[in-house]
């Protein structure tokens, strides 16, 4: 039996919609990147781009678990002496609404081309409103739960059972 290899062309693009409102800013960047790797696709290669389109509006409004906003810190190098840089989440969010998300998003792909053209497919805007409408994206349902503080999985009553006895 032989393994099905996805070819370049042959896959169909789908654009999908999430509305980051109020959505785990690492919870959310695991669905987007496993849409933009092809992940979700049983036709998924890694060595071609089988990934979809993902429009993400309003990722000015995720949420970050515990005291994130206040004590993560945002590092890069200018390239000069003395030139590393750093930033509170908070304060990049405020400056470049969205920015968080796409960081999230860009550290989980390959580093590597193919995955620099997977990020060219993501399209994030702080807003509510988006151009691709043209395209008919997709709406999908962003992970938005919080782990309870517990820790606790609250499971269903299990149903009754039948009254069958060997006899």
Not at 10 to 22: F, K, N, P, Q, S
Request: aromatic share 6%; hydrophobic share 35%.
């Amino acid at each position: 039996m032989k393994c099905y290899q996805a070819k370049t062309g042959e896959l169909a693009r789908h654009w999908y919609v999430i509305d980051a409102t109020d959505a785990v800013v690492g919870r959310l960047a695991t669905q987007i990147a496993m849409i933009l790797m092809g992940k979700h696709r049983p036709t998924y290669t890694p060595h071609i781009d089988t990934g979809d389109h993902v429009i993400v509006l309003n990722a000015d409004k995720v949420q970050f678990t515990g005291q994130k906003w206040r004590q993560k810190v945002y590092r890069h190098y200018t390239g000069y002496p003395g030139g590393l840089r750093e930033e509170a989440a908070w304060k990049l969010n405020q400056r470049r609404p969205g920015r968080v998300l796409e960081l999230a998003v860009k550290r989980m792909m390959p580093k590597n081309k193919i995955g620099r053209h997977m990020m060219s497919k993501l399209k994030i805007y702080a807003g509510n409103n988006h151009p691709h409408q043209a395209q008919q994206p997709i709406p999908l349902k962003a992970i938005t739960g919080k782990v309870q503080p517990s820790g606790a999985v609250i499971a269903a009553a299990p149903a009754a059972a039948s009254s069958s006895t060997n006899q």
